[in-house]
């Protein structure tokens, strides 16, 4: 098992309150709905989201926010 964090950024500035997306069992964009996703998280205030105890696979992840 692993983890990953995910820092959410633009132009070196924390995205807080971005909204992450994981999909498991692929490295490409799934082209699914957002509802599709395996796990949705709220990054935190500064704009860190952690995903723990995954299973060794592949992941793709995104996040969308926005920059004040």
């Given amino acids: 098992e ?3 964090l995910v820092k ?3 132009e070196g500035r924390a995205i807080d ?3 992450v997306y ?3 069992a692929t490295d490409q964009n799934p082209n699914v709905p957002l509802n599709d996703y395996d796990v949705i998280q ?3 205030g500064s704009g860190e ?3 723990k105890e995954l299973k060794a696979d592949k992941y ?3 996040a969308r926010g926005y920059d004040q």
């Fill in 42 to 44: 709220r990054a935190d």
């Fill in 60 to 62: 793709y992840l995104f």
């Fill in 22 to 24: 994981l999909k498991k």
């Fill in 17 to 19: 309150q971005a909204t």
């Fill in 8 to 10: 959410a950024r633009h």
């Fill in 2 to 4: 692993g983890n990953i």
């Fill in 49 to 51: 989201a952690y995903f």
